[in-house]
């Protein structure tokens, strides 16, 4: 139903749940009585009453199962409005498939199939709620939903006209819809269906919906008796239910049914009823939203699933069907003042009522209101799904809310609904596919690694950075996205505009999975590497991942052109010792004493080299074999290291306990400098990779030539700020070409 704004009311509690109660639950009537009329329609319609009956029964258990189990006091639960074009859809179905077969038989198969399904209905609800697993439904895409609700919608108006008496659809003439009798269900409907649809959304009244069902029986009975027809006559023209048998509506069939059903009819229905499973526990979910939203409150949503679970399964065993909440009865029943659990009890009683007592009562109930009712639900559906929807989605995904509605009205539901989904499978690959899976590109000469290099180190890098091709990716790499991959690597490769490329980097650290087609195409870089003699070095890459691309023949590790690392910064550093190999001055003596090395570095760097001698007399050396700690995080500072020869890497400590590689120095580095100043803890530890030489000068040592030799202290303070403002100056441009390239 639409929703109306709040009205406020100063009444007690007990009252307004009960004028809530009253008018939901006529209208629960009116709708079990609509219902049954499109379900049991043609070779069925002598046994129109009794449907009409089990649907009441429906209702009766339904409405009080759930109000008892909900977490929402005041809730209304009706036959869930989505399944009964389905059910009309299943009925016709089985009929058609049983020509020969009793009209008997029939009815008890139509029976048995909605048992069944209410049985399945009932366990499928209740192993959502009570796995928790409710929130799974929530994945099909969001245009497919509304597809199939427009679809149902569809489904309603034709079981709609369907159930006008003397029109046959089959074959369709446009001339049958203008027969007097014909056009006096259908017009009266059309004109009740919009008025109940227009009417509540000018006229701010919560009586507004009674009013016009009230006011449209008596238009009704008024205008037979000022045209002199009598009722009878009303009866013969179809403009009233057929006769009703006097008593009580409903009988108790469900073994009967069940023994005399053919089940090889009701087991073709299964792929329907599959659809209606899924359909419905959609729907149960997307009310639940709704009542949220009208009541301002959370509702546990496995537990309501439990409800309508427990519901449906005791429906069945009466030959019933199930049903659940419902956003637009909530919606009306707030506005009406419901607040607590007799609402729920109420409607439940009146539909009680007319089970067993209000036979006669429903003989005169006007055709036009059922037939209307389910226009007025398409009219919802397609309001919301077919106008609203084209305003709130794109032309793609409003496209197959379109494809699944005329699917469903020229081919079937159940292939629609496969259409739906495979529409929302390839139009969600399309916009992946939009999506790079490159995070950023960048070359080697400003992204180095953690490795603290000389400042002629860093010139040769610079100089031959784009000699590396760096691509770090993220996301889902499959057919979509890997080609496009493949083809910007080889693009850069072959550019001839642009230095050539000897190295590229992969980095995998955000990748979350790849398929068969991109490990072929990363088969295809792996020819692109030989044919180009192009080293691709990957870093980072899962094991899972790992393990698919040797699967793919993508990763030899006995491949010189192939290289694998633990990480990004290791995949560097092994690419920076490729280059300095290649492009570093090789005027140095490989019998040069530690000692001598770090003279010559620092004489190099010093403003005034002579004083590098001094210096070297006042520094202690140390060795330390590999793995060895120079110093732990946490020790007190107590001096500088210079690296005379090998290599030692800062680590820092995680709270997990891992250690993590902050820093790799070389030969002619300082370790330390900014402790000097600060004099602090050691922020690190600092642990030796290879067996290495160092030079030490201590705290105190320093101090005592800031007194005796001053000139030396200076260019030691010198030689610090000169070094911290190179290193500054190198991550700066680092981190100017990184924003760039993002």
């Known amino acids: 139903m639409v929703s109306i704004p709040d009205s406020k009311s100063n009444t007690s509690p007990v009252f307004s749940n009960s004028i809530a109660g009253a008018i939901m639950g006529l209208l629960t009537v009116t709708s079990a009585v609509s219902f049954g009329t499109l379900i049991f329609s043609g070779e069925l319609a002598p046994f129109m009453p009794f449907g009409i009956g089990l649907l009441l029964f429906s209702s009766v ?5 759930i109000t008892a189990l909900s977490s929402y006091p005041p809730i209304v639960a009706t036959i869930a409005e989505v399944t009964v074009p389905i059910f009309s859809l299943i009925s016709r179905q089985v009929v058609a498939a049983m020509p020969d077969a009793p009209v008997e038989q029939k009815l008890m198969t139509v029976i048995a199939t909605l048992i069944f399904n209410s049985f399945m209905t009932g366990v499928i609800f209740l192993g959502l709620g009570r796995f928790k697993l409710g929130s799974f439904v929530r994945f099909i895409p969001y245009p497919v939903v509304g597809g199939f609700l427009a679809g149902i919608g569809a489904l309603l108006f034709v079981a709609a006209f369907q159930a006008v008496s003397g029109l046959n659809l089959q074959p369709f003439s446009l001339a049958a819809f203008f ?57 013969d023209r179809g403009w009233l239910l057929n006769s009703v048998p006097a008593g009580g509506l409903y009988r108790f069939v469900t073994l009967q049914a069940l023994q005399q059903a053919d089940w090889s009819v009701i087991i073709q229905q299964i792929p329907t009823l599959a659809a209606l499973w899924l359909i419905s526990a959609i729907a149960l979910l997307l ?78 109930f006007p055709k036009f209101i059922l037939i209307g009712m389910p226009l007025l639900i398409t009219a919802e559906f397609f309001n919301e799904w077919l106008y609203e929807a084209w305003f709130r989605f794109d032309r793609a995904e409003y496209a197959i809310i379109v494809l699944i509605v005329l699917t469903t009205i020229t081919v079937g539901f159940l292939q629609a609904t496969g259409v739906g989904l495979v529409s929302a499978i390839v139009l969600f690959v399309i916009n992946y596919s939009r999506l790079t899976v490159t995070r ?60 050539p490329v000897r190295y590229v980097l992969l980095d995998f650290r955000l990748v979350s999975g790849l398929d068969a087609s991109a490990v072929l195409s990363f088969a295809k870089l792996k020819q692109v590497a030989h044919q180009k003699q192009v080293h691709f070095i990957y870093t980072h890459i899962s094991a899972q991942a790992k393990e698919r691309l040797k699967q793919g023949e993508c990763l030899d590790e006995a491949d010189p ?89 800062v680590v820092l400590k995680l709270k997990n306990g891992d250690n993590k590689r902050i820093r790799t120095y070389t030969t002619g580095n300082t370790i330390g400098e900014m402790g000097l100043y600060r004099r602090t803890v050691r922020m690190a530890s600092v642990v030796a990779d290879q067996p290495s030489t160092l030079y030490f000068l201590s705290s105190a040592t320093f101090e005592q030539l800031e007194t005796t030799d001053p000139m030396l202290a200076a260019s030691i303070h010198r030689f610090i700020v000169t070094l911290l403002a190179e290193r500054l100056q190198h991550r700066e441009k680092e981190l100017s070409y990184l924003l760039e390239s993002v």
Request: aromatic fraction near 10%.
């Open 61 to 65: 258990i339904i409405s009080g199962v």
């Open 179 to 235: 027969e007097s009798n014909v056009f006096w269900q259908w017009f009266p409907a059309v004109l009740f269906a919009a008025a109940m649809f227009v009417v509540p959304q000018r006229i701010k009244s919560v009586l507004v919906y009674p009013s016009i069902l009230f006011g449209s029986i008596a238009l009704f009975y008024v205008a037979l008796m000022l045209f002199g027809i009598p009722i009878e006559q009303a009866n």
């Open 287 to 364: 009310h639940g939203n709704g009542v949220e939203l009208v009541a301002s409150r959370d509702l546990d949503l496995n537990r309501e699933l439990k409800a309508a679970g427990v519901a449906s399964l005791i429906a069945g065993v009466g030959g019933g069907v199930g049903g659940f909440l419902s956003a637009g009865e909530n919606s009306l029943a707030y506005q009406l003042g419901a607040r607590g659990r007799l609402v729920g009890w109420m409607i439940s009683a009146i539909c009680l009522a007319m089970l067993l007592g209000g036979a006669s009562l429903l003989s005169l």
């Open 440 to 499: 950023r590109t960048s070359a080697g000469a400003y992204h180095h690694s953690n490795v603290l290099r000389t400042s002629e180190e860093l010139e040769i890098l610079e100089a031959q950075g784009e000699q590396l091709y760096i691509v770090e990716l993220q996301g889902l790499i499959f057919f979509g996205t890997a080609n496009k991959l493949l083809n910007q690597i080889r693009d850069r490769i072959n550019d001839d505009q642009l230095p």
């Open 561 to 649: 052109l192939c290289h694998l690392f633990p990480d990004l910064d290791r995949g560097l550093e092994w690419y920076e010792q490729q280059i300095l190999q290649q492009y570093r001055s090789h005027d140095e003596n490989p019998s040069q004493s530690p000692e001598s090395a770090l003279t010559a570095y620092l004489k190099a760097d010093f403003a005034d080299p002579n004083q590098v001698d001094r210096l070297m007399h006042c520094l202690e050396m140390c060795q330390v074999a590999e793995g060895e700690f120079l110093f732990h995080q946490g020790d007190l500072y107590n001096g500088l290291y210079f690296v005379a020869s090998g290599q030692v890497s």
